[in-house]
């Protein structure tokens, strides 16, 4: 039986091991993780005691109910259906429940960052959402506050709702291109080069978006959603950007795992017919072996055993540091391939738990969303390089999930926050429980927990199209795959997890002559097909853009064939004039609408 040796039991490696493993025993895996406690998706999680949150305890625990408990996310690991259609599928597939989760954001700058003051927070966007099945729009509140945030507000609502419409337009016009140059390979190598190079930023540019909505609005929530700095999220490309925008955020209802153990159901699912668990075993070292032509993994313990495939399920640059590592009697490790894992780049950001709002939430509480993003100052419009900072990662904003929102069960608790990359000095730990604010749950402990991201650049898609080229192996490589978040070119999300296992899993089993008579391939069996070895730029926007003229986009298709169509017959300066009356157009109903809400407000508030 071939022996396959995973490392890394994030998403991305349990879904590998899930593929291997279900229906058929014809695989020997075992799975090394250097968490020791839990799998690696689910190793920052922790329970929370609902009673206690509820106040329903008494301080004493004489006489308590068996403790009712929930597992707490961390990483939060929401996501929206039409983003991540193979991990809905995989949900569905594995039976766990699904749960709405509260989408609403809050933008506040921190005026003043010296950690010897009180933090000060001056929000200026927050929203509540229109909900219809379809559509999930931003709806500001103005009620409380008509000044000097009214204006942009109207801004970004206004550019929100043009880049929305423009991201699906955009999609729709993958189909188009692909179709066109589809009989013509060379034209279709420099359409894709092209769109390669071209950064979110060159796009906003080239299309007249508003520099308030982009440096206060559009670059502060993705890189609250990509862990990076305001600067990185304008490099990332633009194809990749727009795509997130058409299917994602814009438009869509938030999900969760829901349950009681959270993502952890999800990970015991996975990982449940593997052969062999090494947790608390990091892997130091995996070469193919000169004369036995087998892999060789080393771990942390100086173990070392022999496997006919190694599946990387970790990131690209602990990829890299492991095959560096080569001994005296390997074969040599393709220098492409040790190149192209370096070149990914990484950003570190940590995850801090808590219950302290100051200085995290805005400081009125009618501001509240479930996800509130801070910048700094010296974040707004300046490089990260400039940005002088104290605490958390240069020119990347801090964003505070309110726990108690996104997770129904915790609504009636007491305050739980989760807060990506905090700016400003942690809360000291808690102390002791109060009776008029239930304070006794287990939040793990006051300091931070790491992660590294992959930070997008225009380089990206050239090296994911390299990389392709190494699954499964050159000569010297037989039998070595890459899965992960990153080995997608989307945003580097659970979706990718999903897709590079079952894909990677794909190309073991059809090396095997069995794929048709696996289960698993078929999640992904419209997807994958046209998936090119080293093409997978390509495969992704050929992909995305057939889902865009499916029939939930039909009526977006109508109202864009009728938009292409007037846009052709203008000249360029009358469609800037256009965009420049939209605007406008934006900004006065804007500030009627806020003059109407706030005029009703007052006139509600009479006796
Ligand atoms: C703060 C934050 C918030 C996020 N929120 C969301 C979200 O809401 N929705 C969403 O879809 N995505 C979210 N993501 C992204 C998503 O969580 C990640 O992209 C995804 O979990 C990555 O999974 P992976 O399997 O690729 O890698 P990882 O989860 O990084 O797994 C790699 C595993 O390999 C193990 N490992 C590494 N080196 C070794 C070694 N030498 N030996 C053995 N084991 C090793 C690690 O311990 C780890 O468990 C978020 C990410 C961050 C950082």
Redesign the pocket.
């Known amino acids: 039986m071939p022996r396959v040796a995973i ?7 349990l879904v590998t091991a899930h593929a291997l493993t279900n229906d058929h025993n014809d695989y020997e895996v075992h799975v ?4 020791r406690a839990s ?3 689910d ?1 920052s999680s922790f329970w929370v005691d609902l009673e206690a949150i509820d106040g329903s305890d008494t301080d004493s625990d004489q006489g308590r109910q068996p403790s009712r408990r929930v597992r707490v996310d961390v ?5 929206f259906r039409d983003y ?1 259609p193979s ?1 809905v599928k995989l949900y569905e597939h594995l039976d766990i429940t699904l749960v709405p989760a509260s989408h609403t954001i809050s933008l506040s700058i921190l005026s003043d960052n010296d950690p010897q003051k009180q933090p000060s927070l001056d929000t200026y966007f927050s929203h509540s959402s229109i909900q219809l099945p379809w559509l999930n729009m931003p709806f500001p509140y103005p009620r409380h506050r008509i000044g000097k945030w009214t204006t942009s507000a109207a801004i970004c609502v206004g550019e929100w709702v043009r880049l929305g419409v423009h991201a699906r337009w955009w999609l729709r016009q993958q189909t188009r291109n692909n179709s066109d140059t589809s009989n013509d390979s060379s034209n279709k190598t420099t359409t894709m080069a092209s769109k390669r190079t071209e950064t979110l930023q060159m796009f906003l540019d080239r299309h007249h978006y508003h520099p308030l909505f982009i440096n206060t609005f559009l670059a502060p929530v993705l890189a609250s ?1 990509c ?1 990076c700095s305001l600067e990185a999220t304008l490099q990332m490309p633009s194809s990749i950007a727009l795509d997130f925008l058409a299917r994602g955020i814009m438009t869509q209802q938030a999900w969760k795992v829901g349950g009681e153990k959270g993502v952890g159901l999800v990970c015991d699912k996975l990982g449940q017919h593997v052969s062999r668990w090494r947790r608390g ?4 070292s995996v070469w193919k072996h000169k004369q036995t032509d087998q892999w060789m993994v080393r771990d ?1 313990e100086g173990k070392e055993e022999a496997f006919d495939i190694v599946v990387f ?3 690209a640059n ?1 990829a890299y540091h ?1 095959l560096r590592n080569q001994p005296s009697n390997a074969q040599p490790i393709p220098d492409g391939l040790l190149d192209t894992l370096r070149s990914f780049t990484y950003a570190p ?1 940590s ?1 801090l738990t808590h219950r302290q709002p100051n200085g995290f939430m805005p400081t009125d509480k009618r501001d509240w969303g479930s996800i509130n993003v801070v910048i700094r100052e010296n974040d707004h419009l300046v490089s990260a390089k400039k940005a002088q900072d104290s605490f958390g990662e240069p020119g990347q904003p801090m964003a505070t999930c309110w726990m108690n929102e996104m997770m129904s069960v915790l609504a009636k608790g007491a305050d739980l926050f989760q807060t ?1 990359n905090p700016i400003i000095p942690p809360p000291s730990p808690p102390t002791t429980p109060s009776k008029s604010k239930p304070s006794r749950f287990t939040v793990p402990s006051t300091s931070p927990v790491s ?1 590294a ?1 992959i930070t997008l650049t225009p380089d990206t898609p050239r090296l994911l199209n390299q990389l392709d080229r190494y699954q499964g192996g050159t000569r010297h490589s037989q039998g070595l795959y890459f ?4 080995v997608y070119p989307g945003v ?6 999903v897709v590079s296992g079952v894909r990677a899993a794909g190309m073991v089993l059809q090396d095997k002559q069995k794929a048709t008579s696996r289960k698993v391939v078929e999640w992904l069996e419209p997807d994958v097909t046209g998936w090119k070895q080293g093409h997978i730029m390509e495969w992704y926007l050929q992909g995305r853009g057939r889902q865009a003229t499916s029939s939930r986009f039909s009526l977006f298709s109508l109202l864009f064939d009728i938009l292409d169509y007037l846009l052709s017959l203008l000249p360029d300066e009358i469609v800037i004039l256009a965009i420049r009356l939209w605007q406008t157009l934006f900004l006065v109903l804007y500030w009627l609408w806020a003059i109407f809400h706030v005029a009703c407000s007052i006139i509600y508030r009479r006796p």
């Not at 490392?7 to 490696?13: D, F, T």
């Not at 090394?32 to 968490?35: A, D, L, R, S, T």
């Not at 990483?75 to 996501?79: H, S």
């Open positions: 490392v890394g039991s994030g998403l991305g490696g090394y993780e250097k968490h799998y690696g998706m190793a990483p939060v690991r929401g996501f991540y991990l959603i862990t075993v990091g892997v130091v942390s399920a970790t990131q602990q492991i950001t995850v990506v992660f991201r899965v992960g978040s990153y580097p999300l659970l979706e990718g997890c």
